[in-house]
């Protein structure tokens, strides 16, 4: 059991206090059940960002195990780059501490399993940062999945599209950013040693040594949306992708356009990133009965008209008297066609205005930090999460089909 269980407030600490952290720490001061105890980042500046988002004073500090070490501290939110998630999670775990991950879980496949074996070995919950998982929208497109109102489901589309510089992570350096401010050898940890550089502290996102580019940014939470709505989240068995690097060429090792289609046993799944034209960010499932698009905090289903209808293209190629039979034959043998029935009526289902599904997935966390019962959005989950995004990098990089070896844990060609 963990400490939070028997006491009135979760405490946790804020790992990582840049746009994530403060965004998590904005909609955290929403939940009651959980109070903030302490902020650490590497970059002196995201203290005061830190402690602005948290809304008053608070510890800060540059070194995260400092905080592991205190005792008053349950859980912690890990929102640093993703190169450094394996690190704190297996440090966070090992001192007794609940952990919301951001996504994507992994930086590479080995990074995934050992934060798989961290959790297992110290009984630690952990919830991946993907929030569409506990947005209620999603929650009624389960439903409907779940009722068999698409019918069967062969396709499953998902889109993410933005056109601005901000979308292509082109972030503007802040004007006091330098190695006194940065711990830049704490950043690099195992990437590659490099001399500062402040683009890819603030722009990591691009560069393959801290991010995975599209896929890790974007796809991750398509695919999380779409294994909470299926209920299957396995590693897809194979992807193959295309795409290219047309628009922002500043030196990033990853393409602005990206195609995936992956194949799960009972459908396939296209995703598609770009980063050069903003048509927003839908998941559509096209069903035998009925289409379903997500978009954005919106749901809408229409139905497919199933009707049996009485064949009428190829018979423009046959004669009147033919077409009288056979017209008379099919209307005898289907006599009432009648009206759609009440289910098979459109629908659309919104959020409120102002809905939050971050605050909503941390209140998930924080109850199960109490409760210790399961996540949806757990480390198995997360972890094929991330694999799925790791397989559409490498079918990318290595222009071939690649296939998910289980028993082995590896992607391969
Ligand atoms: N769920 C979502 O919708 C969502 C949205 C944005 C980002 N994210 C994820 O959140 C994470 C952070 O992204 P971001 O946009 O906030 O990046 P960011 O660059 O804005 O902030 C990351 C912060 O982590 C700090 N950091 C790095 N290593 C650290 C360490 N060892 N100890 C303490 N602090 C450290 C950096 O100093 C930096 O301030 C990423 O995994 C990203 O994919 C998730």
């Keep these: 059991m963990g400490q939070a269980a028997t006491t009135e407030k979760v405490r946790f600490a804020a790992i990582g206090t840049g746009t994530r952290g403060c965004e998590l720490l904005r909609a955290s001061r929403q939940i009651e059940t959980a109070e903030c105890v302490a902020i650490v980042d590497l970059y002196d500046s995201r203290h005061d960002a830190g402690r602005e988002a948290v809304g008053h004073d608070l510890p800060a500090t540059r070194d995260y195990r400092s905080i592991l070490d205190r005792k008053d501290v349950d859980a912690v939110f890990v ?49 991946v940062g993907s929030q569409r998982v506990s947005n209620i929208v999603y929650t009624r497109a389960r439903e409907i999945w779940q009722s068999g109102a698409l019918g069967d489901v062969c396709f499953i589309e998902g889109v993410s599209g933005r056109n601005s510089a901000s979308g292509a992570w082109v972030y503007p350096i802040p004007p006091d950013a330098n190695e006194q401010t940065i711990d830049w050898k704490t950043f690099l940890v195992d990437a590659p040693q490099r001399p500062f550089d402040a683009a890819r502290f603030f722009r990591w996102r691009c560069f393959e040594d801290y991010g995975e580019g599209l896929s890790g940014d974007l796809f991750v939470h398509l695919l999380s949306g779409i294994a909470f709505i299926t209920g299957a989240s396995d590693v897809p068995q194979k992807a193959q992708s295309t795409g290219g690097l047309f628009r922002w060429k500043d030196g990033r090792d990853f393409p602005d356009l990206i195609e995936t289609l992956y194949e799960y046993p009972g459908y396939r799944v296209a995703l598609r990133c770009n980063l050069n034209n903003a ?44 077409k009288s039979q056979y017209l008379a034959q099919w209307h005898a043998e289907h006599p009432a066609t009648g009206q759609l029935s009440e289910q098979a009526l459109s629908s659309t289902y919104s959020a409120p205005q102002g809905y939050s599904d971050v605050v909503d997935h941390e209140a998930v966390f924080f109850e199960a930090v109490r409760s210790r019962k399961p996540v949806v959005e757990d480390v198995h989950f997360g972890n094929n999460m991330a694999i799925g995004c790791h397989m559409a990098n490498d079918a990318y990089f290595r222009g071939t089909t690649v296939r998910w070896n289980a028993a082995a844990k590896k992607i391969e060609a």
């Design 279 to 322: 048509s927003g960010e839908p998941i559509t499932f096209y069903g035998t009965k009925g289409t379903m698009m997500l978009n954005g905090n919106t749901l809408t289903f229409v139905p497919q008209d199933t009707r049996p209808q009485p064949e009428g293209y190829s018979l423009i190629g046959w004669p009147e008297r033919l």
């Design 79 to 127: 929102a640093v780059p993703d190169h450094q998630h394996r690190r704190i999670v297996e440090d966070a775990c090992a001192a007794g501490k609940d952990v919301y991950c951001e996504k994507p879980m992994s930086h590479n496949v080995d990074d995934g399993f050992a934060m798989v074996r961290a959790v297992e070995r110290h009984g630690r919950v952990l919830q």
